[in-house]
């Protein structure tokens, strides 16, 4: 899901404009992110904490050459989801295991020999 299909999902559900919509959710972002600047945290009751956190730098090797590279240390943003949020994407894993149960498993093909056309 993108930006664009949030803003049309909510714009559809309280029949607003989707160009007010789309000002409403940059607005939303901006502040998030203006609150990170700030107080390093945010906490959304039942939606999750998003938190600054510091990566410390560390001594990485290039897949490509093998070398040693200095990887410098840097902030990141992290997010825990809260408990209600967890609650509803647990769900998922009971709808998909109840699924799976009742797809019955597939034999699985012999490959075809591969030989001289005639």
Known sequence: MTKK???????????????????????TFDAIIDSLMVSHRLELRNFGVFEVKERRGRR??????????DVPARFVVSFKAGK??????QQL??????????????????????????
């Open 84 to 89: 209600e949020m967890d609650e509803k994407i």
């Open 5 to 27: 299909d949030i803003i049309k999902q909510i714009s559809d559900r309280i029949d607003l404009p989707q160009v007010t919509m789309r000002d409403v959710v940059q607005s």
């Open 60 to 69: 990485a090797r290039n897949p490509r050459t093998g070398e040693p590279v």
């Open 93 to 118: 894993r009971k709808h998909y295991s109840a699924q799976t149960a009742k797809v019955p498993v597939k034999a699985v093909a012999e490959p075809n020999p591969v030989g001289p056309s005639t």
